[in-house]
C-alpha cells in the first residue's frame, strides 16, 4: 500500500485548495471526490471573482487539471465509505466502495454538506428554479416575482428581509404553518402576501417549476423562489474518529482547521453544517492546507 502525507475527501473548492497547495509545498496527497457537490444541480456558479458565471463542472474541472501539473498529487474519483487508524494516533486508513484501501499520516475532511428540504419534491426544481443562497442566484432573479418556501418564522422573515432587496414582489408559502402576529405585521407593513395551506404537489418539467398546487385547491402560477433549507454533514468520519463536535453539529477546531484529534483536519461547509460558498470553501482549504505543511514541517525537521 502505498503511503501518502495527507489524504484529502472531498475535491469541491475547499478539498481542491488544500491539494493545490499542498501538491506545490511538495507533499504526497491522495484527493477523492464522488461527485456529490452539493452546487452540481445548478447551471451557473456566481460571485468567485475571475470565474463568475462558470458551471459548476467546469470549476471542478479547471481544479483537477491544475492539479496534474504536480505528479505528487494523485485524484482518485471514488467514494470513501469508511476511515479508520491503524493504532491510537496512528496512520489513517482510508477504504474506497470499490475495496481498495490507502494510508495516510494526516487526514483533511472536505465532503461538504447536503440539503434537507421541507418538501421533498423541491429537490426536482432546486438549482434550476428554486435556490437557497441570493448571494449566489438573486441577481439573476432580481425584479421576479419570488415565491419563499420556508416553514420557521425565524427562516421566513430572514429570508423575506434579505431577499426583498433583488425583489419586492414576494409570496411566503408556509406548507401548514402559522406566523406570529407580529411576523404577519411584518410582512403586512412591505405588503408581503403570506399562504399558511399545505403544500401539495409542485408541478413543472425537468428541474423547472410551472406551479405550486396548495391543499385548499389554490393554484400558485410562480415559477421561480428561494427555499429554506436544513443541512447535515453526510457521513460520520469525523465522529469515528472522535473529534469533538458541539451541540450545534460544528466539527471543533483551532482557527486552522486542526481538530481536537491528532492529524485530523476539516475544511469547508463539513467545519460546520451552515452553507457559505466556493470562496469560502476555497480560502478555508488553504489555510487547513498551511496547517497541514506547518505540522509535517514542525513535526520532520
Ligand atoms: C444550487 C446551489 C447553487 C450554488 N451557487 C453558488 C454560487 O453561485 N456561488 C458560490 O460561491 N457558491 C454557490 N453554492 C455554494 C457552494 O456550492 C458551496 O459553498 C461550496 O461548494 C462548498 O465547498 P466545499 O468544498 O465545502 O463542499 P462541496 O463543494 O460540496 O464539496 C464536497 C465534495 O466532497 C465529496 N465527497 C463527499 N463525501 C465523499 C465521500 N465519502 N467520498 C468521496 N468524496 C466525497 C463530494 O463529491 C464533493 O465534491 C451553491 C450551492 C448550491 C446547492
Known amino acids: 500500500m502505498s503511503m501518502y502525507d495527507c489524504i484529502i475527501i472531498g475535491g469541491g473548492p475547499a478539498g481542491l485548495g488544500a491539494s493545490l497547495t499542498l501538491g506545490r509545498a511538495r507533499r504526497k496527497i491522495a484527493l477523492f471526490d464522488d461527485g456529490t457537490n452539493r452546487n452540481r444541480v445548478t447551471h451557473e ?101 419570488l415565491l419563499i418556501l420556508a416553514e420557521k418564522e425565524e427562516h421566513i422573515l430572514h429570508m423575506v428581509k434579505l431577499i426583498y432587496n433583488w425583489s419586492n414582489d414576494l409570496l411566503v408559502l408556509t406548507n401548514g404553518n402559522d406566523l406570529s402576529q407580529e411576523g404577519m405585521r411584518e410582512l403586512a407593513k412591505h405588503n408581503i402576501e403570506i399562504k399558511n395551506d399545505r ?57 486552522r482547521c486542526r481538530t481536537t484529534q491528532k492529524n485530523v483536519y476539516v475544511a469547508g461547509e463539513s467545519r460546520k453544517p451552515i452553507p457559505s460558498s466556493l470562496m469560502i470553501a476555497a480560502a478555508d482549504g488553504n489555510k487547513a492546507a498551511v496547517s497541514i505543511n506547518t505540522d509535517l514541517t514542525e513535526e520532520r525537521f
Open 45 to 145: 456558479s456566481h460571485g468567485f471573482i475571475t470565474r463568475d458565471g462558470i458551471k459548476p463542472h467546469e470549476f471542478k474541472g479547471i481544479g483537477l487539471s491544475e492539479l496534474k501539473n504536480y505528479p505528487n498529487v494523485s485524484y482518485f474519483n471514488k467514494t470513501i465509505i469508511e476511515v479508520r487508524r491503524e493504532k491510537e494516533e496512528g496512520n489513517f486508513i482510508v477504504k474506497t466502495r470499490d475495496n481498495n484501501e490507502y494510508v495516510s499520516e494526516k487526514l483533511l475532511l472536505a465532503t461538504g454538506i447536503q440539503e434537507v428540504f421541507p418538501i421533498e419534491s423541491i429537490r426536482k426544481f432546486y438549482g434550476k428554479s428554486l435556490f437557497s443562497c441570493p448571494y449566489c442566484d438573486g441577481w439573476e432573479l432580481r425584479d421576479k416575482p
Open 199 to 255: 403544500i401539495e404537489e409542485l408541478v413543472g418539467e425537468e428541474g423547472y417549476l410551472k406551479e405550486v398546487r396548495l391543499a385548499s385547491g389554490e393554484i400558485i402560477n410562480r415559477t421561480l423562489g428561494f427555499v429554506a433549507p436544513t443541512y447535515y454533514r453526510p457521513n460520520y468520519f469525523a465522529e469515528k474518529l472522535g473529534c469533538e463536535i458541539d451541540e450545534k453539529g460544528r466539527v471543533m477546531t483551532d482557527p
